[in-house]
Each structure stands twice: as structure tokens, then as C-alpha cells.
């Protein structure tokens, strides 16, 4: 929200670093400017990376075990519970040309190396930025020291003292100045004082920052004066001037003292929330201090004037934001005052009750709202959580928060792992058997469930059927009900569990070959959830119906309720669900004769996979299942090349144009010449891109069928580079696998023209 100033030597050599190194970590003390300067260097190198720059801010997290859970969450991929999350966020990474910023990483440090370390071990095409107070020992790091700003010696003044923008120290401060005080310039009449200001502060911009906004209060020579006294103090008879570090902790001491009574109560407290924060959660985490409830919103517009706290529009909402550096000042504060443990039950008790909130809200039209609102909360509701896993006492109340998380955990799927993982830890401290307990891990089971079966059947197809036994039709969540403390709770809580107990029930006949006696159940979940207008579980149960009914034989069926699916407003918002819902619309397409419309569909549904995690291997079995469901019958139809080329124009549809076609009427099936005829089109439209000799050279070698391995041999080289060859070609012409790539190049060859690499 403010201009960047100066840096310009430090931005050249840093993407001079970068072009170089795969590692690279910007290192200083804390207001030095560190993650300013990432994300400036990260926004000019961006069109360098066709996977884009993903920014990761760890210093909102206090556990190192969360440090691959928070970079799976900015890349929007999901768990897989039969791996690790690092092992995720590695596959996921190992095709991809990005670069990662890790933000913040100093009280993370082990955590942070292990992750870089297997990153730049298996994926060689990615790059990191990191920003640390001190390196990560990462074999092939390169260290870039971010110095304070300069700060003119009088002979630069007298030199150049007419532009004041030479130096970037002063040019800040005015910069920040003029903010609070519209037409601030340095002057000549001005510039001695700025100058010995920003020498004052050793050019660090925090404390340049934190003085420019007390321009509003005190004149230029009153800052001055006071910050001598406040120097001259801390240095006593020492000759020698503070610390780069004890300089900005003597700013934002300074800065502490110059607040309100009441601002600096309120500033300390909120130092045990992460993240952002609404006014809510202020009052709360406030409440029962020596502080009016009405006194409370003037403090938080103190502090947002001071620059203490940042403000974040979030819609219709303003949020507030520590610096992290200003938070752990406000976190020793609290220590001193013996406040810790009070405030963060506070925060615990404030963000439990935002949970149990949201979840008696959930069955009903409010979801796409509730996931968003608590998405955004999820630093918040992290701290809280590790607060009481880690405290001893605390492990039952912190069930009860993983417990009425259920409703985010569940349907994005990507937490399923960390779901498991809070409840593990509550158990070793000591959390006791419960209601909460028994909800959270009966949770984390059926998602697992539901996220695996409810696609099984297009991965690998119904196995053999077989009697399916009682016991296996049982309802679940029966025994909830005794452990909900009220009636109307229990009511509606008992209500969501019936329903997906229903459509896991249903999952798990469709598994077994039993689709006639699946139908009957998902009919009824659908239908409790239309009532009460709920769409998360009712998408489930609607791809669950079509799902039975295309393995019946229904298509028309099936075909109208995958499409009664795509149109739910929550699930055109949820990768996962537009994928699984392409998949089955591709196979019923295909059962009915439309091999085009399904190859585009499974071409639509295959670039989402891979874009939300799916490794290769993932991909293969996929669609290895499939092919007795839709790839087989459509292509052929199609030909190799024809069904190739439609699987490439699905794989570029955009996000809604992707949802526009899957919910168009589907053409009549084509004849085999118009088939060919629309397959030659279609290779038509695929760009024909200037090659250079080494690509045409990889290209044709892929198009005779040779492997990475033989394409090494016969080109000479190491089968790693080879492997870094193929993927970069399919990069840049936009394919998704050798065999668009090979059909590509034969079909611009000239007839009759012959392979000439050997």
C-alpha cells in the first residue's frame, strides 16, 4: 500500500543471484526491509517463472511441523494421507518452473531447510527467495545481506543536498512523512534534521517508518531532540553507537512509549494473534483488561495512525495486521507483565466460539461464505490450537476447536493430513475420551472416505461385486447424539452426519458393484439438502447418484444430475469438485457416443488434477481407469491424433469456459469423416512454435517413441538433461504428455518426409 524507495543496487544484484543460484536468502536484522525487498524482487522476476511466484508468510506460524502444511496451502494443493505433506509439496513441485518466496524463516529455521533441501534435491526447475535473520545452510545457498538505507555523511549533504531523493534514507522518510502530513518535502531548510534523524536510526526502515508518522505531533526538531535524548540514554558513556538490532528495538521502544496508556495495553495484547484480525477479535482478546470496551476502538485507530498496526480490506470488513517485528516486541511485553497465559486463553476462547459458530451454521446456504471466513481466520485458529496442544490442560478444548473445524477441514480436502495431526497431538497430551474426540477422528476418517471412494470407481472401475454384509450398511453417526450437550445442536450437527453417512454408504455400494441400492440413499441426502439449501455434501451425493445411475445404464440420469452438480455455486468454487465432476460428465459423454465432448472434458478434468497436485503416476492410473469408462471408446472414435488433439483444447479451456462447455448440450456423435475432419481442425489451431534446432531434434526423437533414456543415448547426453528437454518442450508448446507432442510433429511434417536425428 506504500511506494517502494531505493534498493536499486540490491534488487540488480539479487536477480543477478537468482539467475545463478537456485537459493537464495536475503539476511539482516529485523526492519531492515527483508520482505519488502522479496516482494518487490519477486514482482519484477515474476515473468520468468510460466508457473508464477507463490509467496508463503511463515512468520504467522509457530510450529516447524506446519511449515509444509502452509506451503501446500498457498500452492492450493491438497493431502494425501497415505504420504507426508513435504512429500506432496516436493511431487507437486518437481514438474513445475516457479518461484517460491519462503517469508520469515529464522524461528523456523530447521523446518524451513529440511523443506528447501528436498525441494532443490528432486525439482530441479524451481527456485526460492527466502528471507531470514540468518541463513539456512542449504548446500548451494547464496547469502544476500540487505543493508540499511543510506544515509548521506556531511560531505554527500553539501555535495548533493539539493535532491533530496539521492538518498534513500531521507527519500523514505518524506515519502512516509507526507503521508500523515499532506506536502512534507526535505528542504534545505529541513534537510540537517532528516539527515541526522536517519543517521540517528542507522537507515533502518522501520525506525525511519515508525518516526516519519510522528511528524503528525511533534516538529522536525522536537523528533529530532528527543530521539538524541532517547540515544543518549541507552548508549550512556559508551563511545560506540547500538546495534543495528538494538537500534530498532530502541525505535519501536520509543515508539512503544509515545502511545497511549491505553494503546500500548492494546498493542501488547494483540501480539498472541497471527495473521490478520477483525474488531472482534480485538475486543475479545481485550476483554478484562483495565481498558472501557468503548475506549478500545480509539486505541486500534491510535495504533493504525502510528503505523503500528496495518490495515487489510477484506470485502466489506477492515482487518488489522502486526509486523512481525513489532508483534514479538508486543509478545515480550506481554511476558514482562505476566499476561501471556490470561490473553491467549482469551484469544483460544474467542476463536473456539468463531468455530462453533460457524458450524451450526453450516448445513445450510451460507457455506461458500463460512469456508471463506475461515480460510481467512486459519493463522488465527492454527495459534489457538497450538496453544493448547502444547499447554498443558488445554488438549480438551482444543479437541473441541479441531472438532467444530470438521466443516473446513472436510470439504477442502487439502487438510485431511493436518486434521489428523491436531488430533494425534491433543491425544498424547493427555485429551481424554469425548464427544469432541469421538467427532474428530470419526471425521477424519470419513473424509478420507468419501475423498477416495467417491472417485474409485473412474480410477479403477467396480471390482467384482459381492454380498455387501449388515454391518457395512450400519448408519455411522448414531452414537454422536449422546454426547452433544444440546438438543437443537445435536439436532442439526446429527443431521450433517446422517447425510454423509448416507452418501459414504452409498460410495461404498457403488465400490462394491451394488449401484441399484446406492441410488435410493443419495436420492434422500439430496433431498435433505435442497430443503435447507446446504451444497458441499449435496454436490457429493449428486455425483454419488449420476455415478450409480451411469453404472446402471441411466445416462440421460446420470448426465442430468452430474450437471445439477457443476451448477452449484460451491463446487464451480472447489478445483477437486469441477474435476471429479468433469470425470464422470467425460465417461457418460462417452457411454453415449460423444467421443469429442468427452475427450475434451477428461482433457479439461486432467490440466485441473495436475494443477491442484496430482502426480504424474496419480494422473496414469487415472486415466489407465478410465479407459474402460471414456478414453477407450473415445478414441476409437477419435484416433490416436484426433482424441490427442481434443484432450489438448480441453486442457486450455479456462475456468469457465471449462464449466460453460461441460454444461452445454452435447452435439450429436459425429461420423468418422467428420470426426477426422474435426481432428485435422483441431491440430490446425495448435501453435505452430519456432523451434530451435535442439528442440526439433528432442521433438522428432519423442515422436518415434523413444524414451528419456535412449533420447540421452542418442543425443549425447545425460538422461537428466534429456528429461529437462522433453518437459521444457511441452512447456512451451502447451502440452500435457508426449504423445500431444508427438502428434504435433507429425502432423507438420510433409508427407512422406522421414525422421532425420539420430
Not at 491424433?641 to 479451456?653: K, N, T
Request: one cysteine or more.
Amino acid at each position: 500500500m506504500t511506494s517502494f524507495v531505493g534498493r536499486r543496487h540490491e534488487l540488480t544484484e539479487a536477480k543477478r543471484l537468482l539467475s545463478v543460484s537456485r537459493l537464495v536468502t536475503l539476511t539482516g536484522v529485523g526492519g531492515v526491509g527483508k520482505t519488502r525487498l522479496a516482494l518487490q524482487l519477486a514482482e519484477q522476476v515474476s515473468r520468468a517463472f510460466p508457473d508464477g511466484v507463490w509467496l508463503v508468510w511463515l512468520a504467522t506460524i509457530d510450529d516447524d511441523a506446519l511449515v509444509p502444511h502452509a506451503v501446500a496451502d498457498v500452492l492450493g494443493i491438497r493431502d494425501d494421507p497415505s504420504r507426508t505433506t513435504s512429500d506432496v509439496v516436493v511431487e507437486y513441485l518437481r514438474e513445475r518452473r516457479l518461484l517460491l518466496v519462503l517469508d520469515n524463516c529464522e524461528h523456523l529455521s530447521d523446518a524451513s531447510a529440511r523443506l528447501v533441501g528436498e525441494i532443490l534435491l528432486e525439482a530441479p526447475e524451481i527456485r526460492i527467495l527466502a528471507t531470514s535473520r540468518h541463513r539456512l545452510n542449504v548446500a548451494g545457498e547464496h547469502l544476500l545481506e540487505v543493508p540499511p538505507l543510506h544515509v548521506p555523511t556531511p560531505e554527500e549533504l553539501a555535495q548533493n543536498g539539493d535532491n533530496a531523493k539521492t538518498f534513500s534514507a531521507l527519500e523514505l522518510f518524506a515519502d512516509r512523512a507526507a503521508s500523515v502530513v499532506p506536502g512534507f518535502r526535505v528542504t534545505a531548510g529541513n534537510l540537517e534534521r532528516v539527515a541526522r534523524l536517519c543517521h540517528r536510526l542507522d537507515g533502518l526502515p522501520l525506525a525511519i517508518e515508525l518516526a516519519a508518522v510522528r511528524i503528525r505531533h511533534l516538529s522536525l526538531e522536537q523528533l529530532v531532540e528527543r530521539l538524541d535524548d532517547r540515544f543518549r540514554l541507552l548508549t550512556g558513556a559508551r563511545r560506540s553507537a547500538l546495534s543495528r538490532h538494538e537500534t530498532v528495538r530502541a525505535a519501536m521502544a520509543w515508539s512503544y512509549e509515545l502511545c497511549t496508556r491505553q494503546e500500548r495495553l492494546v498493542w501488547v495484547l494483540l501480539a498472541v494473534c497471527a495473521g490478520s484480525f477483525d474488531l472482534d477479535a480485538v475486543e475479545s482478546v481485550c476483554a478484562g483488561e483495565d481498558i472501557a470496551p468503548d475506549d478500545i476502538l480509539d486505541a486500534v485507530a491510535g495504533l493504525v495512525d502510528k503505523s503500528i498496526l496495518v490495515t487489510e480490506h477484506h470485502g466489506d470488513r477492515v482487518r488489522y495486521r502486526l509486523l512481525s517485528s513489532l508483534r514479538d516486541y508486543g509478545l515480550e511485553k506481554l511476558t514482562e507483565f505476566g499476561k501471556v497465559s490470561a490473553t491467549r486463553h482469551r484469544h483460544r476462547d474467542h476463536y473456539l466460539h468463531v468455530a462453533e459458530q460457524y458450524e451450526k451454521q453450516w448445513f445450510g446456504p451460507r457455506q461458500l461464505e463460512i469456508s471463506g471466513s475461515l480460510r481467512t481466520e486459519l493463522d488465527n485458529f492454527r495459534a489457538a490450537l497450538t496453544y493448547c496442544v502444547t499447554t498443558p490442560g488445554e488438549a480438551q478444548r482444543g479437541l473441541r476447536l479441531i472438532a467444530s473445524m470438521w466443516c473446513y477441514w472436510g470439504p477442502r480436502g487439502a487438510y485431511v493430513c493436518e486434521l489428523r495431526r491436531w488430533c494425534n497431538q491433543a491425544g498424547r497430551q493427555g485429551a481424554t475420551p469425548s464427544g469432541a474426540r469421538f467427532k474428530a477422528y470419526w471425521v477424519s476418517g470419513l473424509l478420507v472416505v468419501i475423498h477416495t471412494r467417491s472417485a474409485a470407481v473412474l480410477i479403477v472401475g467396480p471390482p467384482p461385486g459381492r454380498p455387501v454384509r449388515e454391518s457395512e450398511g450400519q448408519p455411522i453417526p448414531t452414537p454422536v447424539a449422546k454426547y452433544l450437550p444440546d438438543r437443537q445442536h445435536a439436532e442439526r450437527e446429527l443431521l450433517s452426519f446422517v447425510v454423509l453417512s448416507r452418501i459414504e454408504l452409498a460410495c461404498t455400494l457403488v465400490f462394491r458393484a451394488r449401484p441399484d441400492q446406492a441410488v435410493p440413499l443419495c436420492v434422500e441426502a439430496v433431498a435433505i439438502c435442497e430443503a435447507r439449501g446446504e451444497e458441499w455434501a449435496r454436490s457429493y451425493a449428486l455425483r454419488t447418484l449420476a455415478l450409480a445411475e451411469w453404472m446402471l445404464g441411466e445416462y440421460d440420469n446420470a448426465d442430468v444430475h452430474a450437471r445439477e452438480c457443476l451448477r452449484l455455486e460451491y463446487v464451480v468454487h472447489d478445483q477437486q469438485s469441477v474435476a471429479r465432476t468433469l470425470d464422470l460428465l467425460a465417461a457418460i459423454a462417452a457411454s453415449t457416443g460423444h467421443a469429442e465432448h468427452a475427450a475434451v472434458l477428461q482433457g479439461a478434468a486432467e490440466r485441473i488434477w495436475h494443477d491442484i497436485g496430482h502426480s504424474p503416476l496419480e494422473l496414469q492410473r487415472r486415466q489407465a481407469g478410465q479407459l474402460r469408462a471414456s478414453e477407450r471408446q473415445a478414441r476409437k472414435t477419435l484416433g490416436d491424433c484426433g482424441f490427442e488433439s481434443a484432450l489438448q483444447r480441453g486442457s486450455e479451456l479456462s475456468g469457465e469456459d471449462v464449466v460453460a462447455y461441460a454444461l452445454q448440450d452435447q452435439p450429436s456423435a459425429p461420423t468418422r469423416g467428420e470426426s477426422s475432419r474435426t481432428t485435422s481442425a483441431a491440430a490446425d489451431r495448435v501453435p505452430a512454435t519456432q523451434l530451435t534446432p535442439r528442440e526439433k531434434q528432442v521433438a522428432e526423437l519423442v515422436a518415434q517413441g523413444l524414451t528419456d533414456k535412449q533420447i540421452a543415448t542418442a543425443l549425447v547426453i545425460a538422461q537428466r538433461t534429456a528429461e529437462g528437454h522433453v518437459q521444457r518442450l511441452l512447456v512451451k508448446l502447451g502440452f500435457t504428455n508426449r504423445t500431444q507432442l508427438a502428434c504435433w510433429f507429425n502432423s507438420k511434417q510433409p508427407p512422406g518426409e522421414q525422421p532425420t536425428s539420430q
